[in-house]
T-cell receptor, first 122, second 107 residues
Framework: EVQLVESGGGLVKPGGSLRLSCAVS????????MNWVRQAPGKGLEWVSS????????YYADSVKGRFTISRDNAKNSLYLQMNSLRAEDTAVYYC???????????????WGQGALATVSS | DIQMTQSPSSLSASVGDRVTITCRAS??????LSWYQQQPRKAPQLLIH???SLQSGVPSRFSGSGSGTDFTLTISSLQPDDFATYYC?????????FGQGTKVEIK
């Protein structure tokens, strides 16, 4: 069974940092591109970042570029999101999600974690 | 960035109704369009990819169509589990943008 489990969310002050983790099981993690997608309270989905299977290709939304860093450890079957210089508008549930295989640079997201809530407030 | 616009933003329908949701892209995306369902307090689930391909395990009452800039998600006979929010997403270019969502509520 495919499982993705996020952790590391919490309350942080503006300007602070958080590191989210996503532990995966049930599939060969090292062969899949992974994504982070967030959802602010009561709002829609916003793509945040993606990382290819070997970490060769990394992309960010403009809204987080220069502040967030995505990474992965294929030996530990884990995905990470280091979030620095956090702002109130970064408050959201953060989902890790697996991309399907496809022929384009971006592919549909076929498995999602349950989400981790990051709250940025003084 | 490619903008995705869904309509309507919300709708009310009854069990058994046929429901149609529209998604429009700000430029042509061929058929690089996916649909997701998000039930309250749950993670999104992939329903349809490549505009019209049903994801494994998704009931056949869901169908998708379209290409270029205009796409449609249809639920042929609405079931109680289908009251949720639906999102389209383009995967034609980076960033892979989502529509704002369509909430399907019980009439």
């Amino acid at each position: 069974e495919v499982q993705l489990v996020e952790s590391g969310g919490g309350l942080v002050k503006p300007g602070g940092s958080l590191r989210l983790s996503c532990a995966v099981s049930g599939f060969t993690f090292s062969t899949y591109t992974m994504n982070w997608v967030r959802q602010a309270p009561g709002k829609g989905l916003e793509w945040v970042s993606s990382i290819s299977s070997s970490s060769s290709y990394i992309y960010y939304a403009d809204s987080v570029k220069g502040r967030f860093t995505i990474s992965r450890d294929n030996a530990k079957n884990s995905l990470y999101l280091q979030m620095n210089s956090l702002r109130a508008e970064d408050t959201a549930v953060y989902y890790c999600a697996r991309e399907t295989y496809c022929s384009t640079p971006n592919c549909p997201l076929d498995y999602w974690g349950q989400g981790a809530l990051a709250t940025v407030s003084s | 960035d490619i903008q995705m616009t869904q309509s309507p933003s919300s709708l009310s329908a009854s069990v058994g109704d046929r429901v149609t949701i529209t998604c429009r892209a700000s430029q042509s995306i061929s058929t690089y369009l996916s649909w997701y369902q998000q039930q309250p307090r749950k993670a999104p689930q992939l329903l349809i990819h490549a505009a019209s391909s049903l994801q494994s395990g998704v009931p056949s009452r869901f169908s998708g169509s379209g290409s270029g800039t205009d796409f449609t998600l249809t639920i042929s006979s609405l079931q109680p589990d289908d009251f949720a929010t639906y999102y389209c997403q383009q995967t034609y270019s980076t960033p892979p943008t989502f529509g704002q969502g369509t909430k399907v509520e019980i009439k």
